[in-house]
Nanobody
């Protein structure tokens, strides 16, 4: 089992920045990738960024150059730095862990970009 706890969401003005954190615990040895997804009202959950256990990263085109995913293995935590935020980035953001026994999800954290 893997447990994920997210933090760092909130309200920010357009052009502002936020950093989300996802702390993992449990069967960490089984995780081979972690990522962030988001879901806006009335839409499907979409992939935003992933990072593999080897440090390889992947981003959806709409956030390239603005969002950065990173990990601190000593703290078992994955971060996502979000800069130049836009109104269309408003969504609930979910942390995901891909493990050998399946996928795990955090509870989600709301990010609202509004003036």
């Amino acid at each position: 089992q893997v447990q994920l706890v997210e933090s760092g969401g909130g309200l920010v003005q357009p052009g502002g920045s936020l950093r989300l954190s996802c702390a993992a615990s449990g069967s960490l040895f089984s995780i081979y990738a972690m990522g962030w997804y988001r879901q806006a009202p009335g839409t499907l959950r979409e992939l935003v960024a992933t990072i593999s256990s080897g440090g390889n990263t992947n981003y959806v085109d709409s956030v390239k150059g603005r969002f950065t995913i990173s990990s601190d293995n000593a703290k078992n935590t994955v971060y996502r730095q979000m800069n130049k935020l836009k109104a269309e980035d408003t969504a609930v953001y979910y942390c995901n862990a891909e493990a050998t026994q399946g996928d795990y999800w955090g509870q989600g954290t709301q990010v609202t970009v509004a003036s």
